[in-house]
Nanobody, 116 residues
Framework: QVQLVESGGGLVQPGGSLRLSCAASGSLIGFYVMGWYRQAPGKQRDVVATITSRESITTYADSVKVRFTISRDNAKNTVYLQMNSLQPEDTAVYYC?????????WGQGTQVTVSS
């Protein structure tokens, strides 16, 4: 089974940057999609960015486009999220997600807090 562990969250001032990592243990077979979602208190969980394992097709939420960049390392089964120009509205728990072999996997989340 696949388990996901996120890291890289923390407290940052507005305008700052963070880089999140999500490492997958276990085996990912063939095509898969990795992505980042976030959920603020009292809000629904929304997709931030996704990337495919083959041709690296990426998607971004409009609110983070340009500021955030998703990337992957298939050999390490790892996905990254580079977050620049962070704003208080970006404060949330960020969750890693993987879709592989018809199944969805979720990490436990990493807290990102943007505050002065």
């Amino acid at each position: 089974q696949v388990q996901l562990v996120e890291s890289g969250g923390g407290l940052v001032q507005p305008g700052g940057s963070l880089r999140l990592s999500c490492a997958a243990s276990g085996s990912l077979i063939g095509f898969y999609v990795m992505g980042w979602y976030r959920q603020a208190p009292g809000k629904q969980r929304d997709v931030v960015a996704t990337i495919t394992s083959r041709e690296s097709i990426t998607t971004y939420a409009d609110s983070v486009k340009v500021r955030f960049t998703i990337s992957r390392d298939n050999a390490k089964n790892t996905v990254y999220l580079q977050m620049n120009s962070l704003q208080p509205e970006d404060t949330a728990v960020y969750y890693c997600n993987v879709f592989n072999m018809g199944r969805f996997y979720w990490g436990q989340g990493t807290q990102v807090t943007v505050s002065s």
